[in-house]
């Protein structure tokens, strides 16, 4: 039953981490958008946390430029499992207009596991919380297998 | 052995323990879904709390390579603990579980103390240099608002000290009592400059939004939680909920309590609705319509306003009004 309860919690409460490697700010707006009154994501639980240890979501946004990488890499190794990383806009899949620059090392999935890859540049509210709450149930499915 | 399963009883359901975890949690998502329809918003669910802390619960602890082990961990346990034992001295309504005055104001000032030196323990033990800015803003908060709570406190022992025998008492029974006899505190006029004082340390001592310096977590990234994830993390968050129903049932007891009902649970009922409505006046409201104060802001303010509030409430009894 305890376990019953704490798979509750988590379905209920994921805190987003967000990142920044490099994004142009648009797809950043869009995730504010989210979480301000327009769409209030808090009403499903998604918090915005300030540091990696309270994260359970992780969000990331952009290119990955040559100076965010190794930050990136750190950061990522300092959320606690059960952990789901997701990407937002088409940066950090496939570098879009910045692929082939001498300072970007994208795409994402060189460094981690992508689990949910949001398309669009940028994506709209509605799409973004489609993505998250099919990352709420990836941490679900994570949380089980341990 | 009837007494000590009779004391068990107290300390682990009620009114200890798992009754302080229920109505702190309840009272922390009541706060969240008013602030939210505030703001207009929908707003999270009211067991938000519960959710929260049952999630971190099932979450990974990492200790940091610079930390004190065993400080960082006991830290958080070291504040529930206070926490739940204040809990036991506060009468509800003409509810107390001790018949002869064993504790008085003095001990649950102390005691509430307890939790932000609990934080800043455990933040200076995770060894993290946000926690050591949190340290040290929590440490100019908790400055700031036990001026004004300390005066607050002694203007009711006066008051009812005066009617009693013409000294200072700090029993909280007695307090009840007079309360019973002359009706609620906050009906005498002199009381309100130190019931508005009170009402404006709470926000301060449960660290809500004007005065949450210690845990800014835009600045500084929730201070000297930083380092923390998982159980303890949980037990933090609990801490904080906690501490926002013992601040707002210790306002109810000191300024809206009397003689109550016959029945124990339905004073409790009501006891819990009055400290509904005293985090609405004091925690909410203030968090949906205002912003982070600056670190020397919070001491202006809490050194100048309630404290002037509390001290002319303080003169007044002290003539006799």
Sequence with gaps: MFKK??????????????????????????????????????????????TPRHADIVVVSGPITSQSKERLVRTLAQVPDPKVVVSIGSCPRSCNVFH???????????????????AGCPPKPEAIIDGLAKAVEILKTKRRGK | MNNILQ????????????????????????????VARMQKRIGPPIL????????????????????????????????????????LFIPIFNFSIFDKPVADLIVIIYLLTIPGVALIIGGSASGSP???VGISREMVAILSYELPLVIVLLTIGR???????????????????????????????????????????????????????????????????????????GIFKLNHAIKMFIMTSLFVTLFLSGAGTNFVALNVLIQFALAVVVTFISISVLKAITARL?????????????????????????LGL
């Design chain 1, 5 to 50: 309860l704490i798979e509750k919690g988590i379905e209920k409460s994921p805190w987003l981490l967000h990142i920044n490697t490099g994004s142009c700010n648009g797809c950043d707006i869009e995730l504010v958008s989210v979480i301000t009154p327009r769409y209030d994501a808090e009403r499903m639980g998604f918090k915005l946390a300030g």
């Design chain 1, 100 to 118: 082939g620059s001498y300072s970007v090392e994208g795409p994402l999935d060189r460094y981690c596991d992508v689990d949910v890859s949001i």
């Design chain 2, 7 to 34: 004391f068990l009883f107290y300390i682990l359901i009620f009114p200890g323990f798992a009754f302080c975890v229920v109505a702190g949690l309840l009272i922390a998502g009541i706060d969240r879904k008013l």
């Design chain 2, 48 to 87: 938000q709390p519960t959710y929260d802390f049952l999630k971190l619960l099932g979450k990974e602890t990492i200790i940091p390579r610079h930390a004190a082990r065993k400080v960082y961990l006991a830290a958080p346990v070291v504040g529930l603990l206070s926490l739940v034992t204040v809990s």
């Design chain 2, 130 to 132: 946000y926690a050591g």
């Design chain 2, 159 to 233: 008051k009812v000290g005066m009617a009693l025998d013409g000294n200072i008492t700090f029993s909280l029974k007695a307090i009840v009592d007079y309360q019973a006899q002359y009706g609620p505190m906050i009906a005498q006029w002199s009381m309100i400059p130190a019931a508005i004082a009170l009402l404006l340390v709470i926000p301060c001592k449960v660290g809500s939004l004007p005065f949450d310096i210690a845990e800014a977590e835009i600045e500084i990234c929730e201070g000297p939680l930083v380092e923390y994830s998982g159980p303890p993390l």
């Design chain 2, 294 to 318: 600056r670190v020397e802001q919070t001491f202006k303010f809490y050194w100048t306003y309630p404290t002037a509030l509390a001290l002319l409430s303080l003169v007044l009894v002290w």
